[in-house]
Structure formats: C-alpha cells, structure tokens
C-alpha cells in the first residue's frame, strides 16, 4: 500500500516538475473552520467544530489557457464541544494533500469557462478525547474524485466554483477496541495500521461533497489576494457511522514567481 | 456577477439546513427515554457476545423500557440499566457517571456474583512465603514457598504497571523447582503481559484463540477468524507450574491461563474463570456524561470451543469458603503445595462448553 501512494504521488507530481516554461504562483491561504462532527464509533452526539486552517498553495501555470493544476496542503485544529457536558470537549487535528488537475471543455463559451478533472487526496482528521477515556477516532482516505469548476472574469477580479466528489477511496478506521482487532499487534503495528489497514470504499460507504468557491482580486501584476468559502461533507458508513460537516472561510495572498 | 452572488446566496441557505439533515437526530441529553434508548440499540448493533451468553437482548428490552418514563430521577434510570447490565454478567460491561471530572457511580456487570462467591485473601496467604515478599507494584509480588524449592508469583493485573516488573517476578521465580503463580482476583488488562508470561514459562506455540469482531447488525455477523498463536519460551522452564484461578480470574488473566496450560508442565488449580475473554470497545458516550465500554469479540479456540460466559475450568477444582477463611487458612495454596510434592494429576485438561 505504501509504495503504491508513493507511485501516485509521483505521477501526480510530475507535471508539476516538468511546468517551468511559464511562470508559476505560490500562495498562503488562512482562516476560520466551523462545523459539526459525529462518529458513533464513540458517542451518538453531534459535537460542533471550531477551529482555524492554513493552507500552502502551488499553481504550475503548464498551460492557463486550457489546463487547471493546483497542489494544496492544508493543516487545521480546533475544538469540539458538546454543550451540555463540559468535559465532552476535545481537540481536533487534521491534515489533506490534495491535487487537482482540470481540462477546459466548451472553450468558447460567453459567460465562462468550464473544467473537468479530478482530484487526488490523501486527507486524515483525528481527534484524541485523553482526560478520561482513552478514546479517539481517526478517517484517513486516500480518493480520487472527479472535478467541475466554473470560472469567469477578467485580470483584475476571477471567479471560481468547484465540485469535487470521490468515487473510489480507501478509507482507514480505527479498530473497535480502540487498538487491536485480535489483540496480537505491538504498538507500532498498531500505528501503521492507523493509516495503512483499511479498505476500499465506494460511494455507498463512503460520500464526501466538496464544494470551492474563490474570488479574487489581483493586486498588482505579480499579487493577488482573494476570499475562499469551502464546504467539506463526509460520511462514511461501517459497523459505526462518522460524519463530518465542515465550512472553512479563509483568505488567501498569492504570487506569481 | 449579480445573479452569481444570488445563487451563492442561496446555496448557502440551503446548506444550513443541509447540515442537519446530513448530520441527522442525536438523543437528548435530557431525555431518560432517549438514553435508554440509546444504549439498548448500541448494544444490540455492536455488543459481541449475545448468542455466547445466551442473551435474548429484545426481551430484556421488553422488561426494562416500560420502567422508563421522562419524569424518574437520573438515580433512578442508572439503576434501571445497571440491572439490565448486570442480566449480561459480562465483566466486560462498565458504566460509569462522571460529574466535573469525577467519577460520580461505576458499575460492573457480574461483578456482584464474583464478590459473592471469591474467598481470597492476601492476609491467608503470607503465612505460606518466606518472609521477604518482593513487592514492586501492588498488582505483583513475588517470594518463595516456605521451607520448599518452590517460586510464587502473583499477578493481579495486566496492566498498569511496568512490564519489566513482571519480568523480573519471572526471572526471580525461575530459579525454583517449581513454581507456583497465582492468578485469582486477576482483573485482567492488555495481551502484551500475556505475552510477558508466556515467554518466561510455555512450552508451546500452538494456536491459543481465533478472534473475530462483531461487524454487522445481526447478532452473529463476523468478520473473518485472526488465529493467535502463543509465544513459546526460549528456554522453556521445566519444573511443575501451578496455576491458580478463581471466579476472579478476568480477560488478559483467562488468557494468561490458556496460554500456560497447553503446556505439558502446567497444572491449573482452585474454581472456573470468570469466562469473559473479548477485548472492550472503546470508551462509548451517552449525552448525560455517562460512559460505559462493552464486548466487541468472539473468542474461541482453534478447535472452535467457546469459554465466553463459562469461563475457563481448572484441571483440580478447589475453593476456599467462609469455613477456611474461619480457620485463617487459604486451602488452593495448601493443595497447589501438596500437589507438586506428592500427586501426579493426569486428569483431562479441558472440558469445552460451547462449541460454534
């Protein structure tokens, strides 16, 4: 499994590596996250999800006109509380490489410009409840999603929107003692377990929507600063189901190297 | 852009409401109802060992959910499914209470039964070790049979200490012709002191348990068998091993007890395990800050028998009772002395209760 994501990466990265005929953009993207999150793994409750996310961006302009590349690494933590108890609050932590890569389709169309792709991911989110239980719940997927973005404007004021959905994932959950299915394993197995033991899941077992919308001013021929609003819906369905909901409002400072 | 900014508008509109369909209902945490209920259909989707035990789970609802109503005191509903619980006599079932970080009421399934009917004690114990009893931990010790060639080790956990201090019991009682270890009022813990055992005394690496977890909502839905093997000693110990147990003997300490008994050096004496062999759940939550952990495996030997509920059978049945406990004297000790000097037990080493 492991060397198999380190394939994908690869391949996924090369066209990054081979774009440095024309010039590429950089950015920083920070902001607030907000939503709830459920996994009956562990409590029946809808805990809500408050936190802060930042984002490192790079866009190889390979070929503006027709293509849409982008890598992004996001990192955000927060809180989750479940209002009635107090000592239900917690942290959460989670962390996503994502990479999309979008064609253009209907290229002479008036009010915009269409793109189809995908997007490839590797996300995990985990939370850790230490006071008094050990208990935790993590979701690592690795996915492959298919993409439609929507843009329009001009050189100073773009617009994007863009959905993205994954058909095949694998999806990684803990056991439901919490460490060892059978028992048997030493601690570090039980890690690597943590985020290589799983199993494919397709759309029934696993939904996720993800939804972008950006708009951005350029600044000056070189910067450009831009607001982002980004909503994050996935469930995955087991032996326990987890859900999580979450928006993400942030603003973002790029520049063109 | 005008009708763009609309549109965005109203999307976000839409995904308010979204969020609660997508999110769905929770219980109350207010309702007795919605608690009850709750922790009824936890079990039934997830709870591991109903058919094991012999449970019919629906019928316990059937008694239980009509003493239920909005207006009882929590009191009141933590008795209610305290009793319900306690029907499962699964020592793996806990609840607890917690209130501003402090454990308010705890509960153990069967553990009632276990107190009722498990006579130990450490002060009864003593007059038969030497006087130098090394003591690392609470839940170890170790020293020497009185007067004899014989090591004795208790271990009353399998967890919560460091592991070396098992080892070093190990290696302290390893230097004796036989050995007694004593397992009785053993709570149990993770399966890496198991291991710690084994490696110090079994002769075998046989196969000791096929786990498998519950993973569907039928009572019998499984997923596939993880077989695991023993860990054999490198210089496996020789002399006579004699193992103690009682009612008081949980989880890790059952399987303590099986993976010493396929050997051929090991005798097991004193009353039956308390048969409660599955790994717990992780720490599950209700909205009114209760807590509680229950069984998520079945649990059997290779050759599919089940000691879930029944629980492990010594090879010489023997209990101490009020009456020995009137005479100052613990009587498994007194036999598992006389056994390794003078008997040869060749009896049948298991007795399988429940085969799948």
């Known amino acids: 499994m492991r060397k198999l994501i380190t394939l994908l990466m690869i391949v996924l990265l090369m066209p990054v590596a081979n774009s440095q005929s024309l010039p590429n953009t950089v950015g920083v993207e920070g902001g607030v996250v907000f939503g709830a999150f459920r996994d009956d793994l562990y409590a029946p409750m809808i805990y809500k999800k408050t936190g802060w996310g930042v984002d490192l961006l790079y866009n190889p302009n390979f070929n503006p006109l027709k293509t849409f590349m982008q890598t992004r690494l996001n990192y955000s933590m927060g809180g989750i509380d479940y209002t009635p108890h107090e000592h239900f609050k917690s942290k959460f932590y989670s962390a996503e490489l994502q990479f999309d890569y979008l064609t253009r389709i209907f290229p002479y169309l008036r009010f915009g410009e269409f793109f189809v792709g995908g997007r490839a991911q590797i996300a995990a989110q985990g939370i850790y409840l230490d006071i008094l239980a050990t208990s935790y719940t993590y979701l690592v997927n690795y996915s492959l999603m298919p993409s439609i973005r929507y843009s329009l404007g001009n050189q100073t004021h773009r617009f994007y929107t863009q959905f993205s959905t994954p058909l095949v994932s694998f999806v990684c959950r803990p056991p439901t003692n919490g460490y060892s299915a059978n028992a048997n394993e030493t601690i570090p197995q039980a890690v690597a377990n943590a985020l290589f033991v799983g199993g494919l899941a397709s759309i029934d077992k696993y939904f996720a929507l993800y939804w972008h919308t950006n708009y951005t001013v350029q600044l000056s021929h070189r910067i450009a600063i831009g607001i982002n609003y980004k909503l994050a819906m996935q469930r995955y369905s087991n032996v326990y189901t987890y859900k999580d909901f979450q928006n993400y409002i942030s603003l973002n400072l790029s520049y063109e190297l | ?356």
């Open chain 2, 1 to 356: 852009m005008r009708t763009i900014s609309i549109s965005i508008v109203f999307l976000l509109y839409l995904l308010v409401g979204c969020r609660d369909v997508f999110m769905g209902d929770e219980p109350s945490a207010e309702s007795r109802v919605d608690m009850f209920e709750t922790l009824w259909s936890d079990f039934d989707q997830h709870y591991a060992c109903f058919e094991l035990r012999g449970c019919n789970w629906d019928s316990l609802y059937e008694v239980y959910r009509p003493q239920i109503d909005e207006s009882m005191s929590e009191d009141e509903l933590w008795a209610v499914i305290v009793e319900m619980l306690n029907q499962l006599d699964d020592q793996h079932i806990s609840i607890q209470s917690i209130q501003n970080g402090y454990t308010t009421r705890y509960f153990v399934s069967g553990m009632e039964k276990v107190y009722q009917n498990v006579w130990f004690s450490e002060n009864y114990l003593y007059q038969y070790l030497e006087d130098e009893v090394v003591c690392e931990h609470r839940d170890v010790f170790h020293s020497k049979i009185k007067g004899k060639n014989i090591g004795y080790l208790y271990v009353g956990a399998m967890t919560g200490y460091d592991i070396d201090i098992l080892h070093r019991g190990l290696e302290a009682v390893t230097q004796y012709e036989n050995i007694i270890l004593d397992l009785r009022i053993n709570y149990g813990g993770t399966y890496a002191y198991v291991q710690a055992i084994a490696s110090w005394l079994s002769n075998s690496d046989d196969v000791i348990w096929g786990v498998q977890v519950r993973n569907g909502p039928n009572y019998n839905d499984f997923g596939e068998k993880e077989w695991v093997r023993n860990k054999k000693a490198k210089n496996p110990y020789t002399g006579k091993i004699i193992v103690l147990t009682n009612r008081g003997t949980v989880s890790a300490g059952e399987w303590a007890v099986e993976s010493l008994r396929i050997s051929d050096n090991v005798t097991v004496i004193g009353d039956t395990t308390a048969g409660s062999l599955s790994t717990v759940s992780m720490a599950r939550f209700l909205p009114n800050g209760w807590q509680y952990k229950y069984a998520v495996q079945r649990i059997t030997r290779a050759d599919g028998t089940s000691y879930e509920g029944v629980g492990l059978h010594p090879d010489i049945i023997i209990k101490n009772t009020s009456n020995t406990f009137a005479n100052k004297t613990d009587s498994v000790m007194v036999m598992a002395i006389e056994y390794i000097e003078h008997r040869n037990y060749n009896g049948n080493k298991t007795t399988p209760t429940v085969v799948l």
